[in-house]
T-cell receptor
Framework: GENVEQHPSTLSVQEGDSAVIKCTYS??????FPWYKQELGKRPQLIID?????GEKKDQRIAVTLNKTAKHFSLHITETQPEDSAVYFC??????????FGTGTKLQVIP | NAGVMQNPRHLVRRRGQEARLRCSPM?????VYWYRQLPEEGLKFMVY????????ESGMPKERFSAEFPKEGPSILRIQQVVRGDSAAYFC???????????FGAGTRLSVL
């Protein structure tokens, strides 16, 4: 089955700096890669996703890149703000089936 | 359009009792997924269901756990004879047919005393 690894497990950045979270996946058939943000005690919320026919996708301060050959994808958050502090999960799916999640990155943005 | 609804939000059970967790998917969604999250850990897939069918239950323990998604009504995750190790947050997600984007409910936090 699919295995998703995520690094780092914790990340502290100064407000205004950029944050990068990296994930690798094992199943070359995976073609859908969502990213979720989970605040303490809350539900995971989809913040951005990318499909295997696209190399990069951007939504305001958030961008995701995908390297199919190397089987890794990354989340980039620019101009971080305190409200970006949360746990971020990457995930991979072969479509219409279960999604395999990474172990999460706890991001702390220091004011 | 109401989101994915889970109830109860908090559930306390004593060891040996049964726990029933309910999930109503978003309107128009026919696929339901259940995940378990232990404190400070990630989301672990348990089971994927469509109406009246279990599609993938590879993440569900073979004993004491069962899930259903009947033709009418919510999806139910049932845990029999609960043990302390079952204490966790259980999240349900749903997606429409033909799409892989999953939307999560607020979760049920199960505490086993």
């Amino acid at each position: 089955g699919e295995n998703v690894e995520q690094h780092p497990s914790t990340l502290s950045v100064q407000e205004g700096d950029s944050a990068v979270i990296k994930c690798t996946y094992s199943d070359s058939a995976s073609n859908y890669f969502p990213w979720y943000k989970q605040e303490l005690g809350k539900r995971p919320q989809l913040i951005i996703d990318i499909r295997s026919n696209v190399g990069e996708k951007k939504d305001q301060r958030i961008a995701v890149t995908l390297n199919k050959t190397a089987k890794h994808f990354s989340l980039h958050i620019t101009e971080t703000q305190p409200e970006d502090s949360a746990v971020y999960f990457c995930a991979a799916s072969t479509g219409y089936q279960k999604v395999t999640f990474g172990t999460g990155t706890k991001l702390q943005v220091i004011p | 359009n109401a989101g994915v609804m889970q109830n109860p939000r908090h559930l306390v059970r004593r060891r040996g009792q049964e726990a029933r967790l309910r999930c109503s998917p978003m309107k128009g969604h026919s696929h339901v997924y259940w995940y378990r999250q232990l404190p400070e850990e990630g989301l672990k897939f348990m089971v994927y269901l469509q109406k009246e069918n279990i599609i993938d239950e590879s993440g569900m323990p073979k004993e004491r756990f069962s899930a259903e998604f009947p033709k009418e009504g919510p999806s139910i995750l049932r845990i029999q004879q609960v043990v302390r190790g079952d204490s966790a947050a259980y999240f349900c997600a749903s997606s429409p047919a033909g799409m892989d984007i999953q939307y999560f409910g607020a979760g049920t936090r199960l505490s086993v005393l």
